[in-house]
C-alpha cells in the first residue's frame, strides 16, 4: 500500500538564516516533515521561541505561528517522499517518540561547523533541522546519498524518489490549501 510524507524546505528570514544563508549560498536553510499534504503539522528541530534562537529542540512546527508567523512571505519547496504503509507508520512511531522525549533532545550547534567543514559529527541526542530529516528519511527505509551528520536541506532537495509538489510562498501554499479545505467540506 502507497502513502506519503513530505519534505518542507524554507528560508524563513530570520537573522540566523540570513547569516547561514550567506554561508552557503543556497536558497533554504530550513528542512521540516510533515505527515499530510495540507501541512497540519511539521517536525523539526528548530528554535523554541520565535524571537531567540536558544534554546532550540525538536518542536512541532505551525504555519501562523513562531517562526512560521513573523514573515508575511517564507520561500519554500514542498516535496512529496512515497512510502510504503509500513514505513509511514514507522515515521509516526518516530514522531511520537519525539514528542514524548522532547526534553531528552537538543539542537546541534556544533554540527553548523562540522558541516560546513564537510567533517561527519554525530552529537547523542542533538540535531539540526536536516539531520533530523535525514535521521528520520534513514530510520523508515529511505536511503540518502549522505552520512546523516552531513545532510543540509539541499541535499535533501535532491533525494532520489523526491517530487516537487510546489514552489513558493509557504503562507499562500497553506492558507489556499486549507481555504479548498474547507470550500470542500461546507
Do not use: W
Amino acid at each position: 500500500m502507497q502513502s506519503s510524507i513530505y519534505l518542507l524546505v524554507t528560508q524563513t528570514g530570520t537573522t540566523i538564516s540570513k547569516i547561514i544563508k550567506l554561508f552557503t549560498r543556497k536558497p533554504y536553510n530550513h528542512a521540516s516533515l510533515s505527515s499530510d499534504l495540507f501541512l497540519s503539522e511539521m517536525y523539526s528541530f528548530c528554535r523554541t521561541y520565535k524571537r531567540f534562537p536558544i534554546p532550540a529542540t525538536f518542536n512541532v512546527e505551525v504555519v501562523g505561528k513562531g517562526v512560521l508567523g513573523m514573515f508575511n512571505y517564507i520561500p519554500c519547496e514542498i516535496y512529496e517522499i512515497p512510502v510504503t504503509f509500513e514505513q509511514k507508520k514507522k515515521f509516526e512511531l518516530l514522531i511520537e517518540h519525539f514528542k514524548t522525549n522532547r526534553k531528552k533532545y537538543s539542537y546541534n550547534y556544533l554540527g553548523l561547523g562540522s558541516i560546513l567543514l564537510k567533517i561527519k559529527y554525530k552529537n547523542k541526542n542533538k540535531f539540526l533541522c536536516s539531520q533530523f530529516t535525514a535521521y528520520i528519511l534513514q530510520q523508515i527505509g529511505i536511503e540518502l546519498k549522505k552520512p546523516v551528520s552531513l545532510c543540509t536541506p539541499e541535499d535533501l532537495r535532491h533525494m532520489p524518489n523526491c517530487h516537487l509538489l510546489y514552489k513558493g510562498d509557504l503562507i499562500q501554499y497553506y492558507y489556499e490549501l486549507n481555504k479548498q479545505l474547507k470550500f470542500k467540506g461546507a
